[in-house]
């Protein structure tokens, strides 16, 4: 169940296969991808653990896809919810894109298909996305797919030897069902 979630004539959005570690691995390695990601592993071994982290979700109701280019079948990035709460019924979201892809409306589909998933089939009620307060383009990806920003957290991850601000964003299912 969800081998694919989503697919037009330049990506689709399917489950990681061990297939996809190179490539993960390059993405993670990319400066200008991750600048606002905080830090994360960047080795080979890193990436094959993260695939193996995509799959293992969707047995705590959660779920990471990956995005692949329909013309070279190879993983460009990732979208998906993590960290359910049952008693909440609330998850966050979080993704990742190569830079050649951005500004083509890619992630935006991405993002509408998880929530999809996430309010229609897993019976989300929340889900929210910590954004860095320097990242403008998350910013407006999540402002275009309905996500109200709540406020900012003061100082609240450790990266690169500075504290950073995150802002919470979140949309809700009745906000998702208004779409």
Known sequence: ??????????????????????????????????????????????????????NDLFDMNAGRWVIEDRLSGNYIGDVGVFGYHKKHKKGEIGFKLDSKFWNKGIMSKCVQAVLSVAFMDWGYNRVEALVDVRNTGCQRLLQKSRFVKEGTLRDYEFEHGHYVDLEMHAILHRDFIEL
């Open 1 to 54: 169940m969800y081998e694919c979630i989503y697919e037009d004539e330049i990506i689709r959005l399917r489950k990681a296969t061990m297939d996809d570690a190179p490539f993960l691995h390059e993405l993670i390695k990319d400066q200008k991808v991750m600048a606002f990601y905080g830090e994360s592993e960047t080795t080979y071994e890193g990436a094959k653990s993260d695939i193996k982290w995509f």
